[in-house]
């Protein structure tokens, strides 16, 4: 399975950003997709996931600004994040796998986009 992202950049802090991630090869494999985070200094956060029967999972740092969606013709994912706050600034990695609620459970990795929230 590969995984190609897309969509990071740099933005004021409030505005809004979409990322999309596109998956190909055996993607029957494949429960779950998600996204992670990871700033300076510190570990891989999972930050929103989307698995069988489209339940979505976000932690409380980002739930009521960011909304993962899919769209299965185009095995693609998205992550559409609003009100960004310059805490959200860090790489952002797309994953998938049978379940990827931690990182050391993720199957596959997509290469990171750079996501910058200035002040």
């Known amino acids: 399975v590969q995984l190609q992202a897309s969509g990071g950049g740099l933005v004021q802090a409030g505005g809004s950003l979409t990322l999309s991630c596109a998956a190909s090869?055996?993607?029957?494999?494949?429960?779950?997709m998600g996204w992670f985070r990871q700033a300076p200094g510190k570990q891989r956060e999972l930050v929103a996931s989307?698995?069988?029967?489209?339940?979505?999972y976000y932690p409380n740092s980002v739930k009521g600004r960011f909304t993962i969606s899919r769209d299965n013709a185009k095995n693609t994912v998205y992550l559409q994040m609003n009100s960004l706050k310059p805490e959200d600034t860090a790489v952002y990695y797309c994953?998938?796998?049978?379940?990827?609620?931690?990182?050391?459970?993720?199957?596959?990795w997509g290469q990171g986009t750079q996501v910058t929230v200035s002040s």
């Open positions: 989307i698995g069988s029967g489209d339940t979505t």
């Open positions: 090869g055996t993607i029957s494999s494949i429960k779950a």
């Open positions: 994953a998938a796998g049978q379940w990827i609620g931690v990182s050391r459970l993720v199957d596959f």
